[in-house]
């Protein structure tokens, strides 16, 4: 069974860089799929980050590319967020997620972590 | 870029049929994904590649998708059901996800 489990500080100052880790267990990050990050402000509907392939490539929002880098590290099977100069309307509840691609979606979801920006 | 349009809520009483919709621009052409998100969970994906169902959800659970609307449709609701569901697509022109703003499902 594929589990995800996000891990990272829950408070952050405004203009800092929030930082993000999803360690994978059940599943090799190295063996396929790609791997994505999506978020929900409190009471807000989902935003999607953007998502890394087991090779590296990335594709992020267009409304956050700017500030977003993810990363992979498949010889800790965990993949990585950072999001630069954020603010209060960053705050959210983010969640990691193995991307299935354009026909299966995300199907295995981690328990999301709630990130505030605050100083 | 690409919109995502649902309705904010859709009530429905135990037993009968809820539907869902979810509108885009030729969503029609486009694989669709359904989530349900029950309050303080991570969402539970649902409906794949527009009717396909992954393992563990109920045939209660349809998927049907034409022109300009996507359709999720739960038979016989019951009141466990009651939830929040996204539509998602993949947007090729722009290389991203897309969500719908989400729909509760009220069971009355």
């Known amino acids: 069974q594929v589990q995800l489990q996000e891990s990272g500080p829950g408070l952050v100052k405004p203009s800092e860089t929030l930082s993000l880790t999803c360690a994978v267990s059940g599943y090799s990050i190295s063996s396929g799929y790609s791997w994505g990050w999506i978020r929900q402000p409190p009471g807000e509907g989902l935003e999607w980050i953007g998502s890394i392939s087991h090779s590296g490539s990335t594709d992020y929002n267009p409304s956050l590319k700017s500030r977003v880098t993810i990363s992979v590290d498949t010889s800790k099977n965990q993949f990585s967020l950072k999001l630069s100069s954020v603010t209060a309307a960053d705050t959210a509840v983010y969640y990691c997620a193995r991307d299935g691609g354009s026909s299966r979606g995300f199907d295995y979801w981690g328990q999301g972590t709630l990130v505030t920006v605050s100083s | 870029s690409y919109v995502l349009t649902q309705p904010p809520s859709v009530s429905v009483a135990p037993g009968k049929t809820a539907r869902i919709t979810c509108g885009g621009n030729?969503?029609?052409?486009?694989?669709v994904h359904w989530y349900q998100q029950k309050p303080g969970q991570a969402p539970v994906l649902v409906i794949y590649d527009e009717s396909d169902r992954p393992s563990g959800i109920p045939e209660r659970f349809s998927g049907s998708n034409s022109v300009n609307t996507a359709t999720l449709t739960i038979s016989r609701v019951e009141a466990g059901d009651e939830a929040d569901y996204y539509c998602q697509v993949w947007d090729s022109s722009s290389d991203h996800w897309v969500f719908g703003g989400g729909t509760k499902l009220t069971v009355l």
């Open positions: 030729n969503i029609g052409f486009k694989s």
